[in-house]
């Protein structure tokens, strides 16, 4: 049966695919948690075939790891993107029990797919990082494969930009260390916490650069959160001046937790 009314459309630097034909009796759709399988079930039938996605083969394919680990890390992609971005990749599989329409539409879906994710490692790349720390952020926060490359690249430039950082400070002491900053958006996820810091706290811009470079998961936590840690140590310290010194000092002193998978503004 014909995947009928297939309807393209382009959100957060991927294409999402739709199927609005609601009365098919054929449906793809995620299975599990923990691996991002895909079934096709016939009616009529008993038949079910879990079927890997295009993101578990790319990963499997360009960061030379098995397929259990390259199938968590597609579910985990899956899971952070935005919900119509899902619909492709429900969509983006290899089937080879498809009839011929089917097989050509879940074909070009998975070129869609597989396409997208070069341009988001070579995204990645463009921020000078090497293959081998790509393979590594993938590894331990597959979520920042779910930004598009124009993501990444406002990301990143906003930070160097607001921090006043070279290439290499923001690639080695900023964007290895909390690799999931680079699904942030600056006025609405960063900015509030640097208001925050100025008004409350008098940090001058060097100041600021300094705690980020010393603890860079605050890029990552709301501004009341840190407020929250901020007033700990003042009340700990008994001054506020004297916080301000210590968290300049010391910023581990701040306690301030790491959100592994901190995706930052992005509409679901």
Do not use: H, W
């Amino acid at each position: 049966m014909q995947l009928a009314g297939a309807l393209l459309l382009t959100t957060c630097g991927a294409a999402a695919f739709v199927t609005p034909n609601a009365g098919s009796s054929r449906s793809i759709a995620l299975r599990g948690a923990r691996a991002a399988a895909f079934v096709t079930p016939n009616a009529g039938s008993s038949r079910s075939i879990a079927l890997r996605g295009a993101i578990a083969d790319f990963c499997e394919r360009t960061f030379e790891i098995d397929g259990d680990e390259a199938s968590d890390i597609e579910a985990r992609v899956v899971a952070a993107s935005p919900r119509a971005t899902r619909q492709t990749y429900q969509y983006a599989v290899k089937d080879p029990e498809a009839d011929d329409d089917d097989k050509e539409n879940l074909e070009a879906r998975y070129a869609e797919v597989t396409n997208e994710f070069e341009a988001r490692r070579d995204g990645l790349r463009s921020l000078g990082l090497g293959d081998a720390e790509i393979k590594r952020i993938a590894r331990r926060v597959p979520e920042v494969l779910s930004y598009s490359a124009a993501r990444v690249k406002a990301a990143a430039q906003s930070l160097q930009q607001n921090l006043a950082l070279d290439d290499v400070t923001l690639r080695k002491k900023v964007i290895l260390r909390l690799p999931q900053c680079l699904g942030l958006r600056y006025d609405l996820d960063v900015a509030p916490t640097f208001d925050l810091l100025r008004n409350d706290y008098d940090f001058a811009d060097d100041d600021i650069r300094a705690l980020v470079l010393g603890a860079p998961q605050i890029l990552g936590l709301d501004a009341s959160a840190v407020s929250s840690k901020f007033a700990a140590l003042e009340a700990s310290l008994g001054s506020r001046a004297a916080a301000r010194a210590e968290a300049l000092r010391k910023p581990a002193a701040l306690e301030l937790e790491v959100r592994g998978s901190k995706r930052g503004s992005v509409a679901a």
